[in-house]
């Protein structure tokens, strides 16, 4: 079982930044893979970055590819998602999800491949 808690979200002006973390409890936290969704009023639950369990392989939405960096610090059991040069269309809930399973590149993008999300946390860009 794995406990997920988002943090560090809230209210930056277009062009801002913010730093996301999510906090994972369990000791299995290193061999999972780890992914960042976000989910806009009105919209589905969209893929925003991935992370595998090494560090090693990243993959991310065409949508905030260059701006945004995932990363994670498996003695912390956290994960980070850096958003630079912030736009009003980055405003959504914003989830973190674990990946139990040894999951293709393809798969990561997909929220059904998640086993376990956090609650959310909000972030806003006004314009």
């Known amino acids: 079982q794995v406990q997920l808690v988002e943090s560090g979200g809230g209210l930056v002006q277009a062009g801002g930044s913010l730093r996301l973390s999510c906090a994972a409890s369990?000791?299995?936290?290193?061999?999972?893979?780890m992914g960042w969704f976000r989910q806009a009023p009105g919209k589905e639950r969209e893929f925003v970055a991935a992370?595998?369990?090494?560090?090693?392989?990243?993959y991310y939405a065409d949508s905030v590819k260059g701006r945004f960096t995932i990363s994670r610090d498996n003695a912390k059991n956290t994960v980070f998602l850096q958003m630079n040069s912030l736009k009003a269309e980055d405003t959504a809930v914003y989830y973190c999800g674990a990946d139990s399973s040894p999951s293709s590149p393809a798969l990561l993008r997909v929220r059904l491949a998640y086993d376990y999300w956090g609650q959310g946390t909000q972030v806003t860009v006004s314009s």
């Open positions: 992370i595998r369990w090494s560090g090693t392989g990243t």
């Open positions: 369990g000791h299995t936290f290193s061999s999972y893979a």
